[in-house]
């Protein structure tokens, strides 16, 4: 483990200092320089994969981000976003979300692709 006088020292990101900015500065540069590599392999295992729509996820995704909501994104990033940098919060695991997650995605509740008939029955 790297020590603390090398972390920053702020919670939310509205709060950091010029020293904290350069510590990410500093010890991100490693990381960054694969990023754009990792961030265009995730999406390229987007591609081919439509479910059934007239496009596939790569694709909608790039139309996504070519119609996309400056200011929704902004309000987001400061509601949910700069705000999670605090090593002291009390960060639930990825396991208590894991359950959720696989519940979301167990059956369709409710489509507007699906016959109401199976709608009614998922209900």
Do not use: W
């Amino acid at each position: 483990m790297e020590p603390a006088a090398q972390n920053t020292t702020f919670t939310a990101m509205k709060d950091g200092t010029a020293e904290d900015y350069r510590i990410i500065a500093m010890r991100s540069v490693a990381m960054v320089k694969g990023l754009p590599d990792r961030i265009l392999a995730h999406l390229k295992l987007l591609e081919g994969d439509s479910v059934g729509y007239a496009v596939d996820r790569l694709t909608h995704s790039l139309q996504s981000a070519t119609h996309a909501y400056f200011i929704e994104c902004a309000e987001f990033c400061a509601a949910y976003d700069q705000n999670c940098f605090d090593p002291d919060y009390d960060t639930l695991p990825l396991e208590f979300f894991t359950p959720m997650l696989r519940n979301v995605f167990a059956q369709a509740k409710r489509s507007i692709y699906m016959p109401e008939k199976a709608d009614e029955a998922n209900a």
